[in-house]
């Protein structure tokens, strides 16, 4: 995830080697989902995502991505 810390716009790139389900979501600090990203089938190769984060709050946050092999997490810091 980058920039981070970050105030108004982030991207995520995430790399695969296998045709998999990718979900990627923003999760609050206190473990809620906030917003499903991405829902889709990637194939192998790197992939990168944008989102908008000029609704959030200052704060942390969790991007997961979770996938038929693996689950990653990454901290979003927010400052406004």
């Known amino acids: 995830v980058s ?7 982030c991207s995520c790139t995430f790399i695969s080697q296998d045709t998999t389900p990718l979900v990627i979501e923003l999760v609050s600090a206190t473990g809620h989902i906030i917003n499903r990203i991405v829902d889709t089938e990637i194939t192998p190769g790197t992939h990168t995502w944008s989102y908008d984060t000029s609704v959030l709050a200052s704060g942390m946050y969790l991007f997961t ?16």
Not at 65 to 80: E, Q
């Open 3 to 9: 920039p981070n810390p970050l105030t108004t716009q």
């Open 65 to 80: 991505a979770t996938t038929t092999r693996s689950k990653l997490a990454a901290k979003l810091i927010v400052v406004r």
